[in-house]
C-alpha cells in the first residue's frame, strides 16, 4: 500500500473517530480529538452537524487554525447558532436533544466505564487525574463515542474508579443504576473500532485499523477482547482527510 | 452532620435581609473589596477553565495573605494552582482541576491532594451547577439523573440518592450551596453593579444568586443610562453586587470574551516552571508576579506590553466576520 | 380644612400605599394600584427604590402616561435595569431579594389572607374570579402591603379559600404551614391604615384616613376590628402628591 | 393515577429519540402546522396575558375546529376566552385568568367554569414556571416554597408537600409539564427555528425545551448568517422546533415586543362584546374574527390598518429614549 499516505496516531484518531459521526446529529464534544474529530466530519460530509460545547454553545464552526484551547474557550463560540449556560447545556442532554456524546479517555475498562479521576487507591491516590469535567455528565445521558490512545495500562479489566460510567458492571447493571438512556457506543483507537455485546456490554473489536492485528489489539489491551464474528477492516485515511485535518489544526496541537 | 453544609433557609434569609441591598454606588479597591473576604470563608469563583476568571481579586487575596478558603468554580485551571500554592486555599469543589488540557496533569493540584495538603472535592460539571442554581434559587436541593451508578457519587455522601415520589425513578438530589462570597469578573456594570456578560456566561448567573455577597471586578464601569439602553443584556442585578472594582484586563493572563484570548506565552512559561518544581517553582512565580509588583498594572507590565497586546487582538477578533 | 384637596377613594389608597415604601428598598409590584404607588413613591421620595414586575422586570422607571395594562407589557420594561423571565423574578423572591410584596385585593380576612380564586363553595363556586397570578407566590415569600378597597365584603372573618396566604390561622401557623418568611406587614383602604399584631397575628387599625372615625371603619368590615392602642390620623393627600399622580395616571386608569 | 400526568422518564427520552432533530428547513404554512396538534392533546402556549400570545396559530386551530385541548399558559387572557368559547379546549392550567386587569372578571371564563364545561386548574405562577423548568430539565419535578399553606394547594392532590431530607423543611414538589406540543411566537428566527426573543421572555424558553414538539411562529424569518451575528441573543435552539411559520402581527390584538403594543380599541370591543353576552357574543365574534377571513392578513384588515399602525407606533416606541 504505498499510496497510503503517511499519518501519525492522533491523526488516523481523529479521522476514524470523524466518520463515526452522520449528518444531522448533535454532537456534545470534548475538547482535543473530539473537537478536532467533529470538525473535521462538518468540512467533510457533514454540514448539517450541530456541535454542542460544555462551555455553552450550540452549532459552533470553529475556524481553521483556531481551534480552541477548551471547550470554555470565546474560540468555541465562533460563528455559534446560541450561547448558554455551562448547566443549561448540559441539561440538554438530560433532557434528551443529544444524538452523541464525544470524549476523549485516561482509562477504560471492558464495560467502557471512564476513569480520569485516580490512579490507585482514591483514598490514598497513586496519582490525582483532573477530573470528570462534564464526562460523568455526558457518558451518564447519551451515546457515547472514545476516543483515545491504545495502551495496555489504559484497557484495563477495571478501572480503579469510574468517572464517566459505560455499562457499570455490564448486562442491564447501567439502568438498574438509574441510567436508563445512553451508554457506551463506539471507542475509537488507533488500533481498532470497538463497539459493546448487545447483551453482557462488553467490548468488542468490530473493525481492524490498516495494517494492525488481532495480536497487535489484544497485546495491548489488559483483558480479554472479544472479536465481533466478522471483523472490518478500517480503510485508511485519505488524501483529503488529511489535507483537511492538518488544515484545520496547522500547529499540530491534537495531532502532533 | 453532612446536612449541616446545606444552609437552613431562615439563616439564607436573615443573611440576606441584614444585608444592603439598596440602590447605591458601591465602587471600590481591590483592597477595599478584599475585607468581604475572611478567613476560612467558602467562597465561589466565576468564569470557567481560562475564562473570565476574577484573577485580579485572587491576586490581592493572595497578596492579603488569605488562608484556608473553600473555594468553588465550574473548572478550575491555573487560578486552582494559585490558590493552593500559596495557601489561601485548602479545599476546592470543582468537576475538573488541571492548568488546561494542553498541558496534561497539574504538578501542583497533585502535590496537594496526593500528598494531603488540601482537598479537591470533585462533583460532574452539571452537578456544581445544579448546586449553585439551587442556592440562588433558595431551595436545599435539586434533582439530577447523572453521577449515578459512578464512582463520583460513592466519594460524596453530602448528595442523597432518592427513589422519586413521582415516578419510583432514581434521581440524585444534589445540596445547594450558597458560597459566603463570590468573585466575578465581567465585562461592564455600572456602579451600582448591574453588570452585562457578553458571550459565555457559564454559571454566573446562578453563582451570583447564590452567594451571600458578590465583589464583581469589572473591564469598564459604564453608565446607569447605559445599561438601561440594553436590559437584556443585564446578566447579575444590582442588588446582588456588594462591591465593584474596575479592574482592565482583570481576568490576566486568562481571557475575557471580546476583549482578550488568554496569554498564552506566559501561561506555558508559568506551566513549565511550576510543573517542573511545584513548590520552588510556585514560589518564586507568586514572588515575582504576585507579591512583588506594587499595582495589578504592573503586574500587567510583567506580563509583557506585547503579549497583552497580541491577547486583545485576538480576542477582539472574536467579532470579525 | 377647607383648603383639604378633593381627591378620590383610588387616589387616596395610591397616595397612603406609596408613603409605605421607602428609599431603597426592592419592591415587588402588582398591576393596578400597586404600580400606580411604586411609581409615585419613586417620583416623590424614593428614587431609588427598585420597582420588580412579574412579567420579569428589574428596575422599572414607567413613563407618565404610560402605565401598562398589565405587569406582562412591554411598557414594564421601559428603562429598567434588567429583564428575566417571568419565573426567575419569583424566584428572586424565593431567594430573599426582595423587601416588600404589593398587591391589591379582592378579600381578605383577619388574618391577611387573600382571596382571588372563588367566592363560595370552591367545589360549585358562586363565582370563579381570576386566580392568583404571582399573588401567592409573593405572599407566601416576602413581607406584603396591601392596597385595597374597603367594603364588609372584602372584609371578612375567614376568607373562603386562601389564594395568597396571610397569617393562615394566625400565631404561628404562618411558620408551621412551611412559610417561616414574609407575612401581611400593611393593609391600605380608603379608610385606614392597618398592621397586624406581633402574636395573634390578626389585623389592626394604626391610623385612621382623615374625616375617618372608628364606627366608620368597623362598619365596613365583617369582623371585630382591633384598634391600636395609640390611633393615628393619616395626613391627608398633599397638592404635590396628588398632582404628581394625576401626572402619571392622565386617562385616570387606576383612578377613577 | 395522579402520578400518571409525569411522564416517565424513557418515554421522554423515546419520543425525543424518534423526533427529527437534524438541522434542516421546516418553513410551512399555519394550516401545515396545525397538523402537529391533535385532539386531546397537552398543548403549552407561551408569551403571558397580553403579549407575544401565538394568536395566529390559535386562530388557526380554532378555524380547523380542533377539540378536547388540554392547554398550559403562564397567564391567560383572551386567547383563554377563545379556546373555551371555541370548544378547542375545556381545561386551562395557569395562574391568573381573566381578560385583563382593565376589564374585570372574563364572563366567558366564569360561564365554562361555574357551569362545569371546562376546567381551569390553577397554580402559583412559580409553580407553573416550575413545571414548565422541569420538564424542560428532564427531571420530574422541582421544590418550591410557595403554595404551601394555601387554598390552592388543597386544590392540587398532583404537587407533593414533603419534608425535605437535607433540612427538614417543608418544600412543595411540582410535577414536570412536558406538553405534548408547544405555540410560541416570536420576534425572528431562522428557516431551522433558531429563534431569537427580545424583550421579556416569559416562560418560553423553558416551555420550548419541556414540549414534544414545538410550533413557532415569527414576525420575520432571518437567515442563519443573521442568527450567527448575535448567538447571546438565541434563545431557542433549532433542535427544539418542529415549525417554522412566517405570521407578520402574529400576536394581534395583543402585543409583540418592540413591534407592536396591545390593540385595545379591538380588545375593548371584543370585551364588551363577550362579556354582555358569553355565548352569543362570542359565537359572532369568532364567526366574524375566526371563521369568516379567507386569511391572517384578512383578519387583520378586519382589526384595522388605523389600528395595527397606532399599535405599532407605540410598540417601536419602547426603543426611544
Known amino acids: 500500500m504505498t499510496d497510503t499516505p503517511r499519518y501519525t496516531a492522533s491523526e488516523i484518531l481523529a479521522i476514524l473517530s470523524s466518520r463515526q459521526l452522520k449528518d444531522g446529529q448533535v454532537v456534545f464534544a470534548g475538547v482535543g480529538t473530539p473537537l478536532l474529530a467533529a470538525t473535521l466530519a462538518q468540512r467533510l460530509r457533514c454540514p448539517g452537524l450541530t456541535i454542542l460545547f460544555e462551555g455553552g454553545v450550540v452549532g459552533a464552526f470553529v475556524e481553521p487554525g483556531k481551534l480552541p484551547p477548551s471547550t470554555n474557550d470565546q474560540r468555541c463560540t465562533k460563528r455559534a447558532n446560541m450561547v448558554l449556560g455551562s448547566a443549561d447545556v448540559l441539561l440538554l442532554l438530560q433532557r434528551g436533544y443529544v444524538d452523541i456524546g464525544f470524549m476523549g479517555g485516561a482509562q477504560i475498562d471492558q464495560f467502557g466505564n471512564l476513569n480520569s479521576s485516580f490512579i490507585g487507591d482514591p483514598a490514598a491516590p497513586k496519582t490525582r487525574l483532573p477530573g470528570t469535567g462534564g464526562g460523568n455528565d455526558i457518558s451518564s445521558l447519551t451515546n457515547m463515542i472514545v476516543a483515545m490512545k491504545h495502551e495496555k495500562r489504559r484497557f484495563v479489566e477495571h478501572v480503579d474508579f469510574i468517572t464517566s460510567p459505560g455499562f457499570i458492571r455490564g448486562g442491564t447493571s447501567r439502568a438498574e443504576s438509574g441510567l436508563p438512556a445512553g451508554g457506551m457506543f463506539r471507542v475509537i483507537t488507533e488500533l481498532a473500532v470497538f463497539g459493546f455485546d448487545a447483551e453482557t456490554r462488553r467490548m468488542k473489536v468490530l473493525a481492524l485499523n490498516p495494517g494492525v492485528s488481532r495480536e497487535n489489539v489484544q497485546d495491548n489491551t489488559g483483558f480479554d477482547l472479544v472479536f465481533d464474528e466478522q471483523i472490518a477492516i478500517t480503510a485508511p485515511p485519505t488524501e483529503h482527510e488529511l489535507e483537511t485535518l492538518r488544515m484545520l489544526d496547522p500547529e499540530r496541537l491534537f495531532t502532533a | 452532620m453532612l446536612n449541616a453544609q446545606v444552609e437552613p433557609y431562615e ?311
Open chain 2, 11 to 321: 439563616r439564607l434569609r436573615e443573611n440576606l435581609s441584614q444585608r444592603d441591598r439598596s440602590l447605591r454606588e458601591k465602587v471600590m479597591t481591590l483592597e477595599e473589596a478584599a475585607s468581604f473576604v475572611q478567613d476560612g470563608m467558602k467562597v465561589g469563583i466565576g468564569g470557567s477553565t481560562m475564562s473570565r476568571t476574577p484573577m485580579a481579586m485572587i491576586w490581592e487575596l493572595v497578596r492579603q495573605r488569605r488562608k484556608n478558603l473553600s473555594c468553588s468554580r465550574a473548572i478550575t485551571s491555573t487560578d486552582g494552582d494559585i490558590l493552593f500554592g500559596s495557601g489561601v486555599s485548602d479545599h476546592i469543589i470543582t468537576s475538573w482541576f488541571a492548568q488546561g488540557i494542553l498541558w496534561g496533569l497539574s504538578k501542583v493540584m497533585r502535590r496537594h491532594v496526593e500528598q494531603g495538603l488540601a482537598r479537591y472535592e470533585e462533583w460532574s460539571h452539571m452537578a456544581v451547577g445544579m448546586r449553585f442554581r439551587a442556592g440562588g434559587m433558595g431551595v436545599p436541593f435539586l434533582p439530577i439523573r447523572s453521577m449515578l451508578g459512578s464512582g463520583v457519587m460513592d466519594q460524596r455522601p453530602e448528595a442523597k440518592p432518592i427513589d422519586c415520589p413521582f415516578t419510583g425513578e432514581k434521581l440524585l438530589l444534589v445540596p445547594a450551596l450558597n458560597p459566603d462570597v463570590a468573585l466575578i469578573h465581567v465585562q461592564r456594570c455600572d456602579a451600582y453593579g448591574n453588570a452585562q456578560i457578553d458571550g459565555l456566561q457559564f454559571m454566573d448567573i446562578d453563582l451570583a444568586l447564590a452567594a451571600n455577597r458578590v465583589i464583581l471586578t469589572t473591564e469598564r464601569i459604564v453608565s446607569n443610562d447605559q445599561i438601561r439602553r440594553a436590559p437584556d443584556q443585564t446578566k447579575i442585578p444590582f442588588f446582588c453586587v456588594d462591591a465593584v472594582v474596575e479592574v482592565p484586563y482583570g481576568s490576566a493572563p486568562h481571557e475575557c470574551f471580546g476583549l482578550y484570548e488568554p496569554m498564552l506565552k506566559h501561561m506555558e512559561a508559568y506551566v513549565g516552571q511550576v510543573n517542573s518544581d511545584p513548590v520552588e517553582g510556585m514560589r518564586d512565580y507568586l514572588e515575582r508576579y504576585f507579591y512583588a509588583p506594587k499595582s495589578w498594572n504592573e503586574y500587567l507590565s510583567l506580563i509583557g506590553m506585547e503579549e497583552v497586546l497580541e491577547a486583545s487582538q485576538r480576542g477582539r477578533s472574536i467579532y470579525n466576520d
